[in-house]
């Protein structure tokens, strides 16, 4: 028969508060160690295997990067995620479709290289809109000028008549080099992009390579949505990697408890 005082029996009972106590403390580190893992593995290797990584987004503590929320005694629970809207997409693959009603515009090699970040001064709304401002203001200075030419003098910007012959002839060449320093002239022609639909019915953004009328290049086509593969397997690597470590991690984590405890 086995016999126990009530003293022996409390300070089993403490132990046993103590232990329960410490496993929720150590659970919640060992929940907290594999974020930070899976955190390391997603910036540093898995993102990287399966994207082109032009900027650092996905670099802990940036708007859209891979942060984690941390677990605690009172919720044993830790998350690591984006808000890139566009990680979804990547991780379940599925179709990409135009915001609104509009199509979604696929930029050519000829316009912007795979591993080239699409800056704003190359996008299609950005291009389209220049274009169209740089003929008017083209077309205006040009006017201008001929008005100048015709009355015999131009007007400085204090409203003072000049000679024309102490006139640096500037009007015509309105917006030249601002184009040529964002490398938007294209051979000896004015970049000015333009709609269009072509054989088969192919839609898009083009430009001209001359003066001429043809050959032209596409700088975008339209299509009403674009495939895009499931690439990052984000979840799967992360709950492997997570069941992977858990067991041991935790063992650690009680064992480094239960000697600090008091």
Known sequence: MISATASEVSVVADSLRNAAKQAR?????TCNDCALAVQRATVSEWLPS???????WATPGRKFGFN???ANRDNLESEIGTQAQWSELQQEGGAKKARGAGDVAIPTPFWKA????????KKPRVILRYADSHAKKVAKAQAKEK???AQGFWLDRKGKKRDLSDRR???VKIGVNALRKRQQVIGSAMFHPFKATVRANVRGIFV?????RLPIKMLFRFVP???VPKRLEFIERGEKMVEGMFPERFAFRFASAMVTSK
């Open 114 to 121: 795979r591993q080239e970040i699409m800056v704003r001064a």
């Open 208 to 212: 001209r390579t001359s003066k001429k």
């Open 25 to 29: 403390f150590a659970a919640a580190q």
């Open 50 to 56: 399966k994207l082109t990584i032009r900027t650092p």
């Open 147 to 149: 008005q100048e030419l």
């Open 169 to 171: 002839k500037k009007s």
């Open 68 to 70: 984690a929320r941390f």
């Open 225 to 227: 949505s674009s495939n």
